[in-house]
């Protein structure tokens, strides 16, 4: 893919009389892993939204794979959030009464695109599932059911995944895991990869961290450690 996977362009987000996004400019590359940091109400989630369609700027622009999503209608704009990105929540958002693997396949149904065995299988396998495919979500630990998430999110090859607190729900041994699974898929398929997080050890997983404050983004470390992530929280009044 030619430019970045997702462009911000002077966007804004206004709710009432409260600023949640100030003219934030930023691109994030095709293959990078980006963690977006900061106090709470700082912006992160709004940021999030807006750059994968579903929250719309009071200003600014947005395009996801050169695509501008502000001139799309409410049909199409689904289209590209169902086809093109993917995302994986802190609560897992499994459907409990589908097996692992007719979770991992459901957006390519609600898509109407044929499943690719081949490729769903190297995905249940690179998430560690394939003794448990034929199981319920309700059979699986809080670790196994993120990453049954993970696979779901990345089935249909989207330009971008976003994880909002993909581990906030898991301990640490299972978060490892999940960030650890999160990078494999940056380094080996070039997956584009967007998480939002308060934990610095969670970031540290990620290329670039964008620390937000005040619905602007206030600080950029590349190749981030932990350390760092918390020295610049505490600098922006988290911590
Ligand atoms: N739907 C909404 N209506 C009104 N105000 C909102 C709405 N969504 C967010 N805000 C406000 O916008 C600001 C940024 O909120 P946002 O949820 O993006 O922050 P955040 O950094 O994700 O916070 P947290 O870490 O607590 O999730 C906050 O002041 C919040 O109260």
Same mark, same amino acid.
């Given at each position: 893919?030619?430019?970045?996977?997702?462009?911000?362009?002077?966007?804004?987000?206004?709710?009432?009389?409260?600023?949640?996004?100030?003219?934030?400019?930023?691109?994030?590359?095709?293959?990078?892993?980006?963690?977006?940091?900061?106090?709470?109400?700082?912006?992160?989630?709004?940021?999030?939204?807006?750059?994968?369609?579903?929250?719309?700027?009071?200003?600014?622009?947005?395009?996801?794979?050169?695509?501008?999503?502000?001139?799309?209608?409410?049909?199409?704009?689904?289209?590209?959030?169902?086809?093109?990105?993917?995302?994986?929540?802190?609560?897992?958002?499994?459907?409990?009464?589908?097996?692992?693997?007719?979770?991992?396949?459901?957006?390519?149904?609600?898509?109407?695109?044929?499943?690719?065995?081949?490729?769903?299988?190297?995905?249940?396998?690179?998430?560690?599932?394939?003794?448990?495919?034929?199981?319920?979500?309700?059979?699986?630990?809080?670790?196994?059911?993120?990453? &049954? %998430?993970? !696979?779901? *999110?990345?089935? @249909?090859?989207?330009?971008?995944?976003?994880?909002?607190?993909? +581990?906030? #729900?898991?301990?640490?041994?299972?978060?490892?895991?999940?960030?650890?699974?999160?990078?494999?898929?940056?380094?080996?398929?070039?997956?584009?990869?967007?998480?939002?997080?308060?934990?610095? &050890? %969670?970031? !540290?997983? *990620?290329?670039? @961290?964008?620390?937000?404050?005040?619905?602007?983004?206030?600080? +950029?470390? #590349?190749?981030?450690?932990?350390?760092?992530?918390?020295?610049?929280?505490?600098?922006?009044?988290?911590?």
């Amino acid at each position: 893919m030619n430019g970045p996977a997702i462009r911000l362009t002077d966007v804004s987000r206004e709710y009432g009389d409260v600023t949640a996004l100030h003219r934030v400019s930023v691109d994030v590359e095709s293959g990078e892993f980006v963690a977006v940091m900061g106090p709470s109400g700082s912006g992160k989630s709004t940021l999030m939204h807006c750059a994968a369609g579903l929250d719309t700027p009071t200003g600014g622009e947005v395009t996801v794979g050169g695509t501008a999503i502000g001139g799309l209608n409410e049909t199409r704009r689904t289209e590209l959030r169902r086809e093109r990105i993917g995302f994986v929540f802190q609560s897992y958002n499994l459907v409990s009464s589908l097996t692992v693997e007719d979770n991992i396949t459901l957006p390519l149904r609600m898509a109407r695109r044929t499943a690719d065995r081949a490729w769903v299988s190297e995905l249940v396998e690179r998430v560690g599932l394939t003794e448990r495919r034929h199981h319920r979500p309700g059979q699986l630990s809080g670790g196994q059911q993120q990453r &049954a %998430a993970i !696979a779901r *999110a990345l089935v @249909a090859r989207p330009a971008v995944v976003f994880a909002d607190e993909p +581990t906030g #729900a898991l301990d640490l041994r299972a978060a490892r895991d999940v960030l650890k699974l999160l990078r494999s898929m940056v380094d080996e398929l070039g997956q584009t990869v967007v998480m939002v997080t308060h934990d610095p &050890a %969670a970031a !540290a997983h *990620a290329d670039r @961290a964008l620390v937000m404050a005040d619905g602007r983004i206030v600080e +950029t470390l #590349a190749k981030p450690s932990a350390a760092d992530l918390a020295a610049s929280l505490i600098r922006v009044g988290e911590g």
